[in-house]
């Protein structure tokens, strides 16, 4: 009999959005003109301070193991980031260094989901949090999705999923990836009553908190209930540290604690050339190329959601952060008789436009749209969406 991997594994999805982006870029190595829309990374470069910090750790012989929840200067440097652009008080035991984001979270579910904890989802959510809770052993409850609010639930909404599920958690992602949604501060603090009033944890996914537009203001749930609310923030997007595998989880310190018990033994420390780049980036000042960054995002933004509207068939409200759309594409399906993932492989198939649906965020009859790509690609990627709109009449 051959060897299988185990059912844990077998249960798991593989990221849709990183195998759309993966067919979008065979095609487009095959020589097929794909224009993808799809990628959740900046399409600029690593902040060249940033980068060249891990070029001098590497000539520095930085290249050996660290303390696994990170170096000490690290850890400093991390809480006094959080101090001064989030204004949350952290002392350097209650921040650790993690890979990149998806460590951070995989480490805070690990340290605090008991087997069967039910933890919230508020609809849509990012595709790898459902599948994080499972390998945590949890259980993940969709919030039902609120396009009408904004994609932004009320205290009540999740209160009684709360209530209904004995929930034990919630997890937060604003500005969200796929929608872009901002609550407002009282909506935030009307989302932290609720999680107070139900008892639950907090994990909180900061990592577009630089990204906001219109003067929204981005308040963290730890600023208004730090002792239950986990942390995971970094440069992944502000900075374009993708690829560098480098991030923060921050919380109360006995949480942290455990995660970074877990991380020694599971993963080890981050790569300690990039906690260098990573130790540039938390202490020195960046805003000004921030900034700069969000600017280019915001003028994409300002083309791209009126340009999509006025497809027939498509409808987009305009986010207040990230840099997603999330395109309501209901009226398109039902004149195909088709789901939002059919109408995905529709559009590169027929019109070499990579989308991503709407159905792994929990949000059917959607598209992502990410405008993490030139004005050029945004331009070519309406002009084959309205055309492929047109054909179906
Ligand atoms: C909401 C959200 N969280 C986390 C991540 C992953 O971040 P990292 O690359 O730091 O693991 C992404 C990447 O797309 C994201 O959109």
New binding site residues.
Partial sequence: MPLQPNLRSQSLTESV?LAIAGKAKKLKADGVDVVSLSA??PDFGTIESVAQAGIEAIRGGQTRYTAAAGTPELRAAGAAWFQSEYGLDYTAAQVMAT???????HMALMAIVEPGDAVLLPAPY?V?YPSLIEIAGGRSIDVESVPDQAFIHTGEQILAAARQHGAKGVML?YP??PTGAVPSPAQMKELVAAAVEADLWIIS?E??ATMTYDGAEFVSPASLAPERTLV?N?G??SHS??GW???FLAGPEEIVAAAAKLQSQAIGNPCSVSQAAGLVAAADDHRAEVTRRVAAFDERRQYLVPALNEIDGVAAQMPLG?FYVMADVRQLCERLGIDDVELCSRLLDQARLALVPGQPFAAPGFVRLSYAASMDDLKEAVARLAKFAETIG
């Fill in positions: 959005t959740g990374e890979a990149g984001i998806k460590p951070a979270l990012w790898s992602n969200n990836n996914d990592i577009y995971v970094g992944s997007k540290l993708t595998r480098i991030g990230a």
